[in-house]
C-alpha cells in the first residue's frame, strides 16, 4: 500500500508539474507580448495545454471529491455512488465472469488436475499435504464427544433393529463364518482356555462330581468314590487335550454342525429368530451397552488421534504415499484424471450455480462497510496513478491540438 501511494502522489506531482509549466508558459507570452510566428504558436499550444490540463484534472478528480471542495453537481462519484458501484461492479463480474462457459472455458484450459497431481507426486509436497491432513483430522478427532457419538450409534442401531429382524442377517453370517472356517480360531481359543481350566481345577470338579452322584441316590453313595470322581474328571481333561490337539476332532465337527443348525433356525424358524431380535432390543436399550459403547468410541478415537499426530507412524507415512500415488495417478492415468478432472468441473459449476450470487453481496457488504472518503482514498490508490496519465495526456493532446488549431487559423485567415 505505501509503494502504490508513492507511485501516485509522484504521479499527481508529475501531471500537476506539466500543468503548472503550461500555465507559466502561457503566462510569459502574455507577459512578453507581440504578435511573432513562434510566440503564436507557443501561446496557442500553452493555452490549449493548460485548458486540457485542467479539464482532465477535474474530470479525474471528480471522481473521487469535489473539485476545490466546490458543490458542483455530479462530482465526487465514489464516495457518494459507492454502493450502487458496488452492486454493478458485483452483477457485472457475476453475470459476465462467474459463469458456467467461463468456469468450465477456463478449467479446460487451465490443466488443472495434471499440474496438481505433478505438485502433488514429489514427496516433500505429499508429506507436507499428508502432515496438515493428518492433523486436521487429529482437531476433527478432538471435537468428538464419545458420549454424543455413542448415544447417536446406538440410536440409530436401535431404530434400525425395530423397523427390521437381524435374526436372518445374523444367520447367514454365521453359516457363512462356520462353512469358510473364519470361526475356526476363536474355537481353538474356546477349546484351549477350557482345558487349562479343567486342568487347574480337577480336583474342585472330582470333589463336586462325588457330592453330586452322592446326592442322587444311595446307590450312587456306595458306588461313588475320590478315586473315580478324579478319574472321571481326568478323562474329562484328556477328552479336552485329544479336543483342543486335534482341528479335525469329531467334537469340533459336532459344533460346527450345532452352529449350522443354529444359522438355520436363525434364517427360518420364527420362534428363534423373535428370540434372538427381543435380546437384541434388550442389548441396545440397556445403559450398560451405551457406557461401553462409548468407552470403546473414546479408546478409539485416542488412538486414532496419537497415531494421526504421530508423524513416524504407519498410518502417517502411508498417508504421504498415498498423496503421492494419487498425484502420479493424476498424472499418467488418463482415466483416473477424467474423473478428477469431472468432480472438479461439478463442484466449480455447483459453486458458480447456488453461491455466485453470494459474490455480488460480498462486494455490496463490504463496500457499504466502508466510509465513502475511505473507499475514495482505497480506489483511488489502487487506480489513480493510471489516471494520472490521462491528465498527462489532455495536457499534451491540449498543446498539440493548440497548435493545430493557431496553424488551421493562419492558414484561414
Not at 465513502?372 to 498543446?399: K, P, Y
Request: hydrophobic share 50%.
Amino acid at each position: 500500500m505505501d509503494e502504490r501511494l508513492g507511485r501516485l502522489r509522484r504521479m499527481k506531482a508529475f501531471a500537476t508539474g506539466l500543468l503548472a509549466v503550461a500555465a507559466g508558459v502561457y503566462v510569459a507570452t502574455v507577459v512578453v507580448g507581440g504578435e511573432g510566428l513562434l510566440l503564436g504558436y507557443v501561446r496557442a499550444a500553452s493555452e490549449a495545454a493548460m485548458v486540457g490540463g485542467l479539464a482532465d484534472w477535474f474530470a479525474v478528480t471528480a471522481l473521487f471529491r469535489r473539485p476545490l471542495g466546490l458543490p458542483i453537481p455530479h462530482t465526487a462519484l465514489i464516495p457518494t455512488k459507492k454502493d450502487a458501484l458496488a452492486a454493478n461492479l458485483g452483477t457485472f463480474m457475476t453475470e459476465h465472469f462467474l459463469t458456467r462457459d467461463a468456469i468450465r472455458d477456463r478449467l479446460s484450459g487451465a490443466g488443472v488436475i495434471p499440474r496438481l497431481g505433478a505438485w502433488l507426486a514429489d514427496p516433500a509436497h505429499a508429506e507436507a499435504v499428508s502432515r496438515r491432513a493428518c492433523a486436521a483430522a487429529a482437531d476433527a478427532a478432538e471435537a468428538v464427544r464419545p458420549e454424543a457419538a455413542a448415544g447417536a450409534l446406538v440410536e440409530l442401531a436401535s431404530h434400525d433393529a425395530a423397523r427390521r429382524s437381524y435374526a436372518p442377517l445374523l444367520g447367514r453370517l454365521l453359516a457363512e463364518t462356520v462353512e469358510s472356517g473364519t470361526h475356526r480360531p476363536l474355537v481353538d481359543l474356546i477349546v484351549d482356555q477350557s482345558h487349562r481350566w479343567l486342568r487347574a481345577n480337577r480336583d474342585v470338579l472330582a470333589h463336586w462330581l462325588k457330592e453330586t452322584v452322592e446326592a442322587s441316590s444311595v446307590v450312587a453313595w456306595v458306588f461313588t468314590t475320590d478315586k473315580r470322581a478324579r478319574r472321571a474328571i481326568d478323562e474329562l481333561v484328556r477328552l479336552a487335550a485329544q479336543v483342543a490337539g486335534d482341528p479335525e476332532h469329531e467334537l469340533r465337527r459336532t459344533f460346527d454342525k450345532l452352529l449350522l443348525g443354529l444359522a438355520d433356525d436363525l434364517r427360518g424358524n420364527d420362534s428363534t429368530a423373535a428370540s434372538v431380535d427381543a435380546a437384541i432390543g434388550r442389548f441396545l436399550a440397556s445403559e450398560d451397552t451405551r457406557r461401553w459403547v462409548e468407552d470403546v468410541l473414546a479408546d478409539a478415537l485416542a488412538s486414532l488421534r496419537a497415531l494421526l499426530r504421530d508423524p513416524d507412524s504407519d498410518l502417517s507415512r502411508n498417508a504421504a504415499r498415498w498423496v503421492a500415488d494419487v498425484g502420479r495417478r493424476a498424472v499418467e492415468d488418463a482415466a483416473f484424471q477424467d474423473r478428477l478432472g469431472d468432480a472438479v468441473e461439478r463442484a466449480a459449476l455447483y459453486v458458480v450455480d447456488n453461491y455466485a450470487g453470494e459474490f455480488t453481496s460480498l462486494v455490496e457488504t463490504t463496500v457499504a462497510g466502508w466510509d465513502g472518503a475511505d473507499a475514495a482514498t482505497r480506489i483511488e490508490r489502487a487506480v489513480g496513478h493510471d489516471l494520472q496519465f490521462i491528465r498527462v495526456n489532455g495536457t499534451l493532446v491540449g498543446a498539440l491540438a493548440g497548435v493545430a488549431i493557431h496553424a488551421l487559423a493562419l492558414v484561414l485567415d
